[in-house]
């Protein structure tokens, strides 16, 4: 059956409040992230804002803007990562990503029209998560060692590696951005190929954490108690206060 068949009877829980709150927040940082390291003169702008209002004494500038919000990626980054270790059920790394052989038959399994809704990742779209998370760390995570050419702007802990190591991360940093850019671009077309193709809508429950599935699908706990909440929270706070302040 396919979904356009299916009937949709009552409401699935699929994605708990902090993977939705990852997603969006994820989204809205990398564009963030590109406009200051393209140099646009909202941050200038937003710089006379904060200085005229008091809350900062100088300007940060877009490298100051970049390294700051590059700090926020990485806290989210460090937040998914232990939510994928300690999390909840759709979240968890060993309950989504699967062996070549689910992978084959799954994608099989579109290729012949029996597309059959997977209540978190699909085996074919946790392929795409794990490399949008692994290259998401390692744009961070060059972002770090990075130091420009004039040596004035560096990320914080460019301070441990000599000027070439420093550039050489540099180049990482902008060969990582490409592969990010190339993965943004084949996820948003595989979303879309969803919505228009197999007429399955994986936007809507990324937005409210719930989708429609037909009477009698399996039940799915997916639970995010506040005090693991917490903890991750915590854990992703002091990992990257330590990076910031080391
Ligand atoms: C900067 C751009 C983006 C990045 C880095 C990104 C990254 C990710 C990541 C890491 C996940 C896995 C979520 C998790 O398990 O924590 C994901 C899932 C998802 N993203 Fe994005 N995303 C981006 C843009 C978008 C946009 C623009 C849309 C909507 C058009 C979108 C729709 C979705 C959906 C629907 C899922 C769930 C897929 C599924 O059902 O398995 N993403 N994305």
């Not at 406009?35 to 909202?42: C, K």
């Not at 979303?191 to 193709?197: E, G, P, R, T």
């Not at 991750?232 to 302040?245: D, E, M, P």
């Amino acid at each position: 059956m396919t979904s356009a068949d299916a009937v949709p009877v009552r409401s699935q829980k699929v994605w708990d409040w902090t993977v939705r709150t990852f997603h969006w927040g994820l989204v809205f940082l990398i564009a963030c992230m590109w406009s200051t390291a393209e140099g646009h003169g909202i941050w200038e702008t937003l710089d006379g804002f904060m200085v005229e209002q008091g809350w900062i004494a100088y300007g940060w500038g877009e490298m100051g803007w970049h390294r700051r919000i590059g700090m926020l990626v990485l806290f989210l980054w460090f937040y998914r990562v232990y939510w994928g270790l300690f999390g909840a059920s759709t979240a968890k790394f060993s309950n989504f990503v699967k062996g070549p052989g689910k992978v084959i038959a799954y994608a099989k399994s579109l290729t012949k029209g029996n597309y059959k809704p997977s209540t978190g990742h699909s085996p074919l779209g946790a392929l795409s998560v794990v490399a949008l998370i692994l290259v998401v760390g390692t744009q961070v995570g060059t972002g770090l060692f990075t130091i420009d050419v004039n040596g004035l702007e560096s990320g914080p802990l460019s301070k441990f590696l000599e000027f070439d190591t420093g550039r050489l991360f540099s180049e990482f940093h902008e060969m990582s951005f490409r592969a990010l850019y190339i993965l943004i671009a084949l996820h948003v077309l595989a979303v879309l190929a969803y919505q228009f193709v197999l007429k399955a809508n994986l936007v809507r429950p990324m937005l409210t954490g719930s989708r429609k599935v037909e009477e009698g699908a399996p039940e799915k706990t997916v639970r995010a108690p506040l005090w693991n909440v917490a903890l991750g929270v915590a854990v992703a706070i002091g990992l990257t206060w330590l990076v910031w302040t080391i």
